[in-house]
């Protein structure tokens, strides 16, 4: 059987000519269902583009891939839409909340663009759950950072996807809100969710169960189940 994301020489070249950037180099990746996996790599490496690829936001410049035995590439524009929003939670780097919004506007926002039934009720279970059930009608640029994070994990949850991609989810917190927003995401593993999560942080990859490393734009396993602990950043 396939697995549920497969990769097979993916490469990323931006721009043209003298100003091409080859962002990914050739990743060939399996990620399987349930799997809970860290990508972990110094600034600029290809880990961002990398997850908009698999979440089907961006698409690779050549390779292959399937997801759940669909072959992307051959997907039209409004396929890739659907598969996007109904397989996919992504928490992206910026969090990107819309600051005039509450935070119960914020969460329901994906809901607009998806055709699966959830209830509007699903959101307020979703904050009492990550622990905001006071902040239901507060705005977005009145949070804190570990605030606006949960709001974010929310918010990529409200859809029930079945893959959450998270683009450094603890990058701007302190290392206690990290704990938290990490027992979290490992929390939604036991429950089954796939979560692949961009990190600088050793500590935060050896949380998860298996750790794939990136550099100039090429994938590398991590074979040992730990390493060491410090913060990747260039
Ligand atoms: N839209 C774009 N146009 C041109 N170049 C881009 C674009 N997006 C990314 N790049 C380049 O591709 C390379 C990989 O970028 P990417 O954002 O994937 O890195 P990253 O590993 O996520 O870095 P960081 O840890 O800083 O977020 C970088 O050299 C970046 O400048
Ligand atoms: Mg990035």
């Not at 490469?11 to 349930?34: D, F, P, Q, W």
């Not at 583009?49 to 992307?72: F, H, K, M, R």
């Not at 990859?205 to 100039?216: F, G, H, Q």
Request: net charge positive; with cysteine; hydrophobic share 35%.
């Amino acid at each position: 059987m396939m697995s549920l994301i497969c990769l097979k020489e993916i490469t990323k070249v931006y721009g043209k000519n003298n100003n091409e950037v080859r962002a990914l180099n050739g990743v060939t990746l399996h990620i399987e269902s349930g799997e809970m996996t860290a990508i972990i790599g110094p600034s600029g490496s290809g880990k961002t583009t990398l997850l908009n690829i698999i979440g089907c936001v961006d698409q690779a410049t050549t390779g292959e891939y399937w997801l759940n035995n669909v072959y992307v590439p051959d997907c039209g524009q409004k396929e890739k839409a659907k598969l996007r929003n109904e397989r996919f939670g992504f928490i992206v780097q910026d969090f990107a909340l819309v600051e005039r919004y509450s935070v119960i506007k914020n969460v329901l926002l994906p809901l607009t663009y998806s055709s699966k039934k959830i209830p509007k009720s699903r959101a307020a279970e979703l904050l009492d759950m990550l622990g905001l059930s006071d902040k239901h009608k507060t705005l977005a640029s009145d949070l804190s950072g570990g605030q606006r994070q949960r709001v974010a994990i929310a918010r990529a949850l409200i859809n029930d996807p079945d893959i959450i991609l998270a683009d450094e989810p603890t990058g701007a917190l302190d290392v206690k809100t990290g704990n938290e927003v990490m027992e979290i995401f490992e929390q939604l593993n036991r429950e089954g969710k796939t979560i692949i999560m961009i990190t600088h942080n050793y500590e935060i990859a050896n949380r998860c169960k298996r750790t794939i490393m990136i550099e100039d734009g090429r994938t590398e396993e991590k074979k040992s189940t730990k390493i060491a602990c410090g913060v990747f950043r260039l």
